[in-house]
Nanobody, 116 residues
Framework: QVQLVESGGGLVQPGGSLRLSCVASASIFSADVMGWYRQAPGEQREWVANIKRGRGTNYPDSVKGRFTISRDDAKNTVDLQMNSLKPEDTAVYYC??????????WGQGTQVTVSS
């Protein structure tokens, strides 16, 4: 069973940047999808970025051009670079890695707060 641990969250001013990192306990080289989600208080969890096998990276319009997802198979990590942060980006951010029919792993989440 793959376990994930996120880090890198914190408090940042509007317009600032943060880099989130997700480390897997086992190799995720064969994963079908790696992604990041977020959940604000009172809101549903929403997708913010993913990397699909053979299909590259994908982002919703709300973060496109500001967020960048990347993977490092040698380190078993999935990172999320977040630039030009806005107060509405405030949420708990979760990492997700899945291989269809084998595992669907989630991290415990890391808090990101964008405020002046």
């Amino acid at each position: 069973q793959v376990q994930l641990v996120e880090s890198g969250g914190g408090l940042v001013q509007p317009g600032g940047s943060l880099r989130l990192s997700c480390v897997a306990s086992a190799s995720i080289f064969s994963a079908d999808v790696m992604g990041w989600y977020r959940q604000a208080p009172g809101e549903q969890r929403e997708w913010v970025a993913n990397i699909k096998r053979g299909r590259g990276t994908n982002y919703p319009d709300s973060v496109k051009g500001r967020f960048t997802i990347s993977r490092d198979d040698a380190k078993n990590t999935v990172d999320l670079q977040m630039n030009s942060l806005k107060p509405e980006d405030t949420a708990v951010y979760y990492c997700n890695v899945k291989r269809y029919g084998q595992y669907d792993a989630w991290g415990q989440g890391t808090q990101v707060t964008v405020s002046s």
